[in-house]
């Protein structure tokens, strides 16, 4: 993990999915048309930013901000998985190292030092931004003979986000 602030690593990919384009010319990882070409499908990861959040939303114990917004995002279908932040990577790392602690910014402003926490400390937000991920598995696959369903043509396109982003820029 680096130590610099709001440090992302970000796919500089894009896709828009208009009537009429090949796969080829959405500029899609050559992971996902590796995919379609072996009959297969491959699951998405999807990072978001929640800039301008004013510290104080949510609440410590039942009505953690993080917690509503995992459940908003797992109820999207077939995601398995959030993350706020650091999420699973810092397990990896010694806590001395993750501490985000508070510091004072220009103007007299409250923020953390690496907002390794996404902006959320104590289920409150904390004035930074918010950075989460969500991620799915796409387990439909055009292949015959693996599931009760074999016979039918279970799968539209190789990568779920693609098919959720369906005509939107991302």
């Not at 500089?12 to 050559?30: D, E, F, I, R, V």
Request: some cysteine.
């Amino acid at each position: 993990m680096s130590s610099s602030r709001n440090s992302r690593s970000h796919d500089s990919g894009k896709c828009s999915n208009q009537a009429g384009n090949s796969l080829q010319s959405l500029n899609l990882p050559q992971r996902i048309i590796r995919a379609k070409d072996a009959q297969d499908s491959i699951g998405g990861t999807v990072t978001c930013v929640i800039r301008n959040v004013p510290g104080g939303l949510g609440e410590p114990v039942f009505d953690k901000f993080e917690a509503k917004l995992g459940h908003a995002m797992l109820s999207i279908p077939a995601t398995k998985a959030f993350e706020i932040g650091s999420g699973f990577r810092g397990t990896e790392v010694p806590g001395s190292r993750h501490n985000d602690p508070f510091v004072s910014r220009d103007g007299g402003k409250l923020g953390t030092t690496t907002n390794w926490s996404g902006g959320v400390q104590g289920g409150i937000t904390n004035s930074e931004d918010v950075y989460f991920r969500c991620a799915t598995p796409y387990p439909y696959i055009r292949k015959t003979g693996l599931d009760l369903h074999s016979t039918q043509d279970r799968i539209q396109v190789p990568c779920h986000y693609l098919s959720s982003t369906a005509n939107r820029s991302v």
